[in-house]
């Protein structure tokens, strides 16, 4: 009976599998020219309910395509300011089928106890902070801004996805080829967004590189080119962390820094630099300080397209908008400060700036987001959230920390961890002057990257020794 229920649940993936094939075969087919709405939305549910099944009977397959998402996004606008994206539709059924289809993987009983402690210390941090933030929204609500807490809660919806990633990995991924494989999922979630990109800046009038693009749009209508930037950043840590051959490493490391440049992201080319000199003088490599160097001589040949937007800023143009952009800004801060100071126990609400900023501003200009984390948080969370934050940061330095001292030299859990140092950093420098940490991409790669440092521990920690179960004879 063990063999035929353990049979059945992969017949039924084959089924599935099918089922999804035959159900994009016929939506790409008829949809092509057809009008008919409502059988695009019948055939569009036989695809949906494929996937679903899929993710839950076969979760591994679906798990290295939400890997692939932490560094791009296709998405499909459903209004003006929504739309849906692969983790919408694999996620959950990924989390179901990971606890269904897959035991508890071994080896967390061998782990250092610094680095369960390291853990647990993180967790208990996120979750702080989700609590919080859920309260504030609740305050925000009762105060009588119901329509307002509901956004927001958007918001957090897609933080808490993000942070889901971090459990996903430490199901998931059990064997050495399995760190091996998120590698390359992110790798070929890099290698699709150059490929967009490439497509959308010389053929449809993109002006800047993105990490999100929707499918259904002439122009791919590709946005967030400050996500995009830090992608590469991330790339950089987990390609490092566990390398492969080296010629197709180094010319896939030097087609980033192109891509990198094409998102004209100023956040993302200064949190990149950082990365890069903190790691080459922590890890003794001097030589890498000459990396942003050659970004630099490589400027001139890079389209003014690309090239302008971080000129400009460098020498404040006058009448520039990435001069009003600069300098907005440090009146974005001001305002939130001054939020802040008003609202200092709980804030104002999570990413509620957006919606008082007029308020606490002597132009009464509506600021969008604060384009600073601890800002953000302030004036959203108030005290308790400054602090929460501080704790996460603590939280996640000591976690890399722990897993360092753990391991032996020549691990990937240690080389990950020697990293973990050098890419906090990165990612504190590009919150300074952006919100990647609002939102799911920021926030997923960051859950990969500490799931990965317990995962690769895990995998490479010797298991305890058997039990004796014989007493020695005593004369």
Not at 262 to 289: K, P
Not at 331 to 359: C, I, K
Request: proline share 4%; hydrophobic share 55%.
């Amino acid at each position: 009976m063990a063999v035929d229920r353990l049979r059945a649940p992969r017949e039924f993936g084959d089924i599935a599998l099918g089922g999804l094939a035959v159900g994009l075969a016929l939506l790409v087919g008829v949809g092509i020219g057809n009008q008919d709405r409502g059988l695009l939305l019948i055939l569009g549910a036989l695809l949906g309910a494929s996937i679903v099944v899929v993710s839950c009977v076969r979760p591994q397959f679906a798990f290295w395509v939400l890997i692939a998402t932490t560094i791009t996004q296709p998405f499909i606008a459903v209004s003006e300011t929504r739309g849906m994206n692969p983790v919408d539709a694999l996620l959950f059924p990924t989390l179901v089928g990971a606890w269904i289809a897959r035991p508890r993987p071994a080896g967390f009983e061998s782990l250092s106890g610094d680095v369960v402690r390291a853990r647990r210390n993180l967790v208990n941090a996120v979750l702080a902070y989700l609590a919080l933030a859920v309260l504030s929204l609740v305050v925000l609500a009762g105060r009588g801004y119901p329509g307002y807490a509901g956004s927001s809660f958007l918001v957090l919806f897609r933080c808490v996805q993000g942070l889901l990633f971090f459990k996903l990995v430490e199901r998931m991924v059990r064997t050495r080829e399995d760190l091996n494989h998120v590698r390359t999922a992110i790798v070929v979630g890099f290698v699709a967004a150059m490929v967009v990109n490439a497509i959308g800046l010389a053929t449809l009038g993109v002006m800047r590189a993105g990490a999100a693009w929707n499918i259904l749009v002439g122009d791919y209508f590709i946005s967030g080119p400050n996500e995009a930037g830090f992608g590469v950043v991330f790339l950089w840590a987990i390609v490092l962390a566990f390398p492969f051959r080296r010629g197709p490493m180094v010319l896939l490391l030097l087609l980033s820094l192109v891509f990198l440049a094409a998102t004209s992201s100023r956040s993302a080319l200064l949190a990149w630099v950082t990365f890069v000199i903190v790691w080459g003088i922590r890890g003794r490599r001097g030589w890498m300080l000459l990396a942003p160097l050659g970004l630099i001589a490589l400027f001139p040949l890079l389209p003014e397209a690309w090239t302008g937007k971080i000129v400009k800023s460098l020498v404040m143009q006058r009448g520039s908008f990435e001069s009003y952009s600069t300098l907005v800004r440090f009146y974005a801060w001001q305002t939130a400060l001054n939020m802040f100071l008003h609202f200092p126990w709980l804030g104002v609400g999570y990413d509620s700036f957006r919606f008082f900023s007029r308020e606490f501003n002597a132009l009464t200009l509506n600021l969008g987001a604060a384009e600073n984390f601890v800002f953000e948080t302030a004036a959203g969370l108030g005290i308790g959230g400054v602090a929460i934050v501080v704790w996460m940061a603590r939280a996640l330095r000591r976690l890399g920390k722990s897993v360092q001292g753990a391991m032996p030299e020549g691990t990937r859990a240690y080389a990950l961890a020697k990293l973990s140092g050098p890419f906090l950093v990165a990612v504190a420098v590009a919150n300074m002057t952006g919100d990647n940490l609002i939102g799911m991409m920021g926030v997923a790669q960051l859950a990969v990257f500490s799931a990965l440092l317990v995962t690769a521990a895990r995998i490479e920690t010797p298991p305890l020794a058997e039990p004796r179960t014989w007493m020695p004879a005593t004369e």
